[in-house]
């Protein structure tokens, strides 16, 4: 399935949006994918080593949608 996510700085001020196709079924599980690729800091459409971002994450089956903030505390 696909997740559809958007990056904000710390700001709160847009800076991009990404998308990739997930084999996960649950929002838990996809929350803890998006946070394992932002550690290893290997997010879609981003260069890697990218630097810290606040992101929206948005699956295509869910009508609610995650947000994590302050990832690198």
Do not use: W
Not at 7 to 36: C, P, R, T
Not at 38 to 54: A, E, G, K
Not at 57 to 67: A, D, M, Q, R
């Amino acid at each position: 399935m696909k997740v559809n996510l958007t990056y904000f700085k710390a700001s709160g001020k847009y800076y991009s949006s990404g998308s990739y196709n997930s084999d996960k079924e649950h929002m838990i599980d996809i929350v803890q994918e998006v946070k394992l690729m932002h550690d290893i800091r290997q997010l879609p459409d981003l260069c890697i080593n990218h630097s810290d971002y606040n992101i929206h994450i948005l699956p295509e089956f869910s009508g609610y949608p995650h947000l994590l903030i302050n990832l690198k505390e």
